[in-house]
Structure formats: structure tokens, C-alpha cells
Nanobody, 125 residues
């Protein structure tokens, strides 16, 4: 199971850190992705971290502002969000994948078998 937390209401330009924690199996077994969904919009890819090799992927819209990191000792993957913008407002979800072809599928919702409940991030202007 996955649990995402850390959302909240912030002002534009502020920072926020989301956490995604696994229970059951260790987070080191999974590639972890962060997605978000704004009202009336489809769920979109934000960032992802491979389970090994310290490889990260980012959507163009967050590159340079968001950082994904992993702390296996705490079974947690973090999404550090800086310079937040009103358009970052959404429900943020973390998801786990074990697909072997991850490098080509990290931004695909269908690549993830397990999803946590989302956490709301609201950025006011």
C-alpha cells in the first residue's frame, strides 16, 4: 500500500514537500511516480524515480522546480516542490511500478499497478 501526504495550502513562490510511504514491501522494490490531477483535467505525470540507479524523470512543467528523491531506510519517496505556481494546484498521487520497461513508460498511468490516495496541493496567487 502507498500513502501520500504533505499537501496543503500555500502561496505562489512557496515550497512544499510531499511524502510517499510504502507499507508491506520495501519502497526499494518499486519505481515510484508522482502524478497530479486538477479539477476537470486528466491525471498527468509529474516526476518519477527508478528503483535503482538514482535515475529521475520530470515533466517539462516542473523541471527545475521539483525534485524527487528516495530514502529507502524510511521506505519513503519525496517530492520537493519549490517556486510553486497556481497552476500546480491539484491532487497529487504517488504510484508504484515494477515494469521492466520503465525507462520508456514512466509517464504512463497504466505502468503503475498501485496507487495511493491523493493529497491536495493548493497554490494561491
Amino acid at each position: 500500500q502507498l500513502q501520500a501526504c504533505g499537501g496543503g495550502l500555500v502561496q505562489a513562490g512557496d515550497s512544499l514537500r510531499l511524502s510517499c510511504t510504502t507499507s508491506g514491501r520495501a519502497v526499494s522494490n518499486y519505481h515510484i511516480g508522482w502524478f497530479r490531477q486538477a479539477p476537470g483535467k486528466e491525471r498527468e505525470f509529474v516526476a518519477a524515480k527508478r528503483r535503482s540507479g538514482d535515475v529521475s524523470y520530470y515533466a517539462d512543467s516542473v523541471k527545475g522546480r521539483f525534485t524527487i528523491s528516495r530514502l529507502n531506510a524510511k521506505n519513503t519517496v519525496y517530492l520537493q516542490m519549490s517556486s510553486l505556481k497556481p497552476e500546480d494546484t491539484a491532487v497529487y498521487y504517488c504510484a508504484a511500478s515494477t515494469t521492466a520497461s520503465y525507462s520508456g513508460l514512466y509517464d504512463n498511468v497504466g505502468s503503475y499497478a498501485s496507487w495511493g490516495k491523493g493529497t491536495q496541493v493548493t497554490v494561491s496567487s
